[in-house]
């Protein structure tokens, strides 16, 4: 919560901004960009012409921060940090619930008395449930906003968890996989939301760091999933309810943390800070709402060449640690039978890993902007370190599979928070949750395909194999992400470097358009 002097001094900020926006229109209008009028010399025909053809908003939404004597008031709110953590919190629990099952595969299949394939369901729901939704999840997280979308996926979060309090019987796998259908579906509004909350609550300089510490607790969830659940469930295939015991544990302690994070975020969560935290948002708000499409903003993304070839690549990459994520214990136990617990280990390493490569990556980005070196860089790694692992795997020393796994996820891991930053700057201004939530869908879509592929090679041949397919796939994204045209639309207008044509929604009128795209403004520093 913010103290109360904080808040008499956001009253006192409040005062001076509303003085700072009272005395615009007047600097406005003797540098000749006030809306409707023409410059004085002579550029406010073109200005004029390009805000007509966008609604008249985007143009003189850069104009009046540029023009007014300055940058808009911006400030940092000590909220943010609540903020971020609740969110890493509620993300880290959905992302538990998603490796549960998996990495506790043939205990599940013995209590459940099913097939593998029907456990590995239990995780692919999360991405099969993610693809339809996501459109929908995204327009809602533009439309009604931040905090409804957050406090609706935790609240699903927790309500998933409690179902699957419910299923503790051998007889009940249809009841875990519902309740396991409603965390796939909370799901859909958690993972697009790290970008989208690092650039509305943090400056500049933090913003991918920040991002990197969102997609942190979602990787964090899914290291502690890969630790607790073989503590806590141990393999007793001749005592079923002692099985079905220590299961309850596991499912009754992740309600109650689920339920206390959804009322925290009730609490702690709010719309967006009172002051803008960078200059890239204060020109976003002052675009009016009615002037935003969400379908023209998925064309417009999908009409984005560099856009696309990341949304491909982001794709591969990420669905490749999914598919190894759901199929570690089932590689593991091939060649090291009897070594559940040991398969969690390796798990909790690969994303102990990840969660030190997402810091380690938001920070160099914050530190030198270097988006898309540092996005080629980290995929040739991960994929040397896919290669690696493969032909590590059945050597017989488990620790050299320790090794190797925490590599692989050092730097698969490591490029989720680079691709949703990367996506946000090649796309500025398009809202970041359409963008990250197209990432995901992606990922997803891979994610299944790998997932059923992989398990189909290593069940009929070995795990060699199915990660051969992955390997294959992941020089693929190597080639894509080389041929993506690096275009930092936000560094650059945070930087004072804005291009006029920064709207959403594209021109009505195509005679006007290179009128439009010559135009540049410098931004007052």
């Known amino acids: 919560m913010v103290a109360a002097g904080d808040e008499a001094a956001e009253e006192e900020e409040g005062e001076r901004a509303e003085m700072l926006s009272a005395a615009e229109p007047a600097a406005l209008q003797r540098n000749g960009l006030l809306p409707g009028k023409e410059a004085a010399n002579g550029g406010g025909r073109a200005a004029a012409g390009c805000a007509a053809q966008r609604g008249g908003r985007a143009a003189e939404a850069e104009a009046m921060l540029a023009a007014g004597g300055g940058r808009a008031e911006t400030r940092l709110s000590r909220r943010r940090l609540a903020v971020l953590a609740v969110f890493s919190g509620y993300s880290l629990v959905n992302a538990f619930q998603w490796i549960q099952y998996s990495i506790l595969s043939n205990v599940f299949v013995h209590f459940y008395r099913v097939s593998f394939a029907h456990i590995d369901w239990l995780s692919m729901v999360y991405m099969v449930a993610y693809v339809p939704l996501i459109l929908p999840a995204t327009w809602l997280l533009d439309a009604r906003g931040l905090r409804l979308t957050a406090l609706l996926g935790a609240a699903l979060n927790a309500l998933g968890a409690w179902l699957k309090c419910a299923s503790l019987a051998p007889g009940r796998y249809a009841v875990t996989m519902a309740a396991q259908g409603v965390c796939a579906v909370a799901q859909v509004f958690i993972l697009g939301l790290p970008s989208r909350v690092a650039a509305v609550w943090f400056g500049p300089a933090e913003v991918s760091t920040a991002c990197a510490v969102a997609v942190l607790g979602n990787q964090l969830g899914t290291a502690i999933g890969f630790l607790l659940p073989p503590v806590l469930v141990p393999n007793t295939p001749n005592d079923i309810d002692l099985m079905a015991h220590n299961i309850s544990i596991m499912f009754y302690g992740t309600a109650i943390v689920s339920t206390l994070l959804f009322f925290l975020a009730g609490v702690v969560f709010e719309e967006k800070p009172k002051y803008p935290p960078s200059h890239s948002q204060a020109v976003l708000r002052t675009?009016?709402?009615e002037d935003y499409s969400y379908k023209q903003s998925i064309i417009n993304l999908f009409k984005n060449i560099p856009f696309v070839l990341l949304l491909i690549s982001y794709g591969i990459m990420t669905g490749?640690?999914?598919?190894v994520s759901?199929?570690?214990n089932q590689m593991i136990?091939?060649?090291y039978e009897g070594e559940e617990v040991n398969a969690g280990r390796i798990g909790l390493t690969l994303v102990v890993a990840g969660m030190v490569g997402s810091i380690i990556c938001g920070l160099w980005l914050d530190y030198t902007k270097t988006y898309k070196q540092t996005t080629l860089i980290v995929y040739i790694l991960s994929f040397i370190g896919m290669v690696v692992f493969t032909f590590?795997?059945?050597?017989?020393?488990?620790?050299?599979?320790?090794?190797?796994g925490g590599v692989l996820g050092f730097f698969m891991t490591g490029y989720i928070p680079l691709g949703f930053e990367f996506a946000?700057?090649?796309?500025?201004?398009?809202s970041e949750g359409t963008s990250s939530g197209l990432l995901n869908a992606s990922a997803q879509i891979f994610g299944i395909i790998f997932t059923l592929v992989q398990g189909k090679l290593t069940t009929n041949y070995s795990p060699r194999a199915g990660n051969l397919f992955l390997c294959a796939w992941m020089f693929v994204g190597i080639i894509l992400t080389a041929l993506i045209k690096s275009d930092l639309r936000r560094h650059n207008l945070n930087s004072g470097i804005m291009n006029v044509d920064i709207k959403a929604v594209p021109v009505d009128s195509p005679g006007e358009h290179e009128t439009c795209n010559t135009l540049k403004m410098q931004s007052a520093l």
Not at 392 to 404: Q, S
């Open 287 to 289: 675009m009016p709402p």
């Open 320 to 323: 490749a640690f999914y598919s």
């Open 326 to 328: 759901t199929l570690l």
């Open 333 to 335: 136990v091939t060649h």
């Open 392 to 404: 590590t795997l059945d050597l017989g020393y488990l620790i050299v599979v320790f090794v190797t």
């Open 424 to 430: 946000v700057e090649i796309t500025y201004p398009e």
